[in-house]
């Protein structure tokens, strides 16, 4: 079964930065896609950012310019890079494998942007 580890969340200042990683172990042949999203309280699950197999990356636009999605040398690991952030950036971030057809999700962690 594929398991995913996510860290790196946490309290930060308005402008502040943070990144999060997330390691993907077990059965982890021939991924397809891995990226983050993210769940503020009341709001629906949404794309932060994607990086595909080859490389080629998408975000939200609300996080562009801001935040950078990377993969590791291993190729189970992807980053998140967060800058700049915002109150608004506020939120469960989770991670996201596509094995297909099958897509795996991380147990989330905690954002928080405040002074």
């Known amino acids: 079964q594929v398991q995913l580890v996510e860290s790196g969340g946490g309290l930060v200042q308005p402008g502040g930065s943070l990144r999060l990683s997330c390691a993907a172990s077990?059965?982890?042949?021939?991924?397809?896609?891995m990226g983050w999203y993210r769940q503020a309280p009341g709001k629906q699950r949404s794309l932060v950012a994607v990086?595909?197999?080859?490389?080629?990356?998408n975000y939200a636009d609300s996080v562009k310019g801001r935040f950078t999605i990377s993969r590791g040398n291993a190729q189970n690991t992807v980053y998140l890079q967060m800058k700049s952030l915002k109150p608004e950036d506020t939120a469960i971030y989770y991670c996201?494998?596509?094995?297909?057809?099958?897509?795996?999700w991380g147990q989330g962690t905690q954002v928080t942007v405040s002074s």
């Open positions: 077990g059965g982890i042949f021939n991924i397809f896609a």
């Open positions: 990086i595909s197999s080859s490389g080629s990356t």
């Open positions: 996201n494998v596509r094995i297909l057809p099958d897509s795996f």
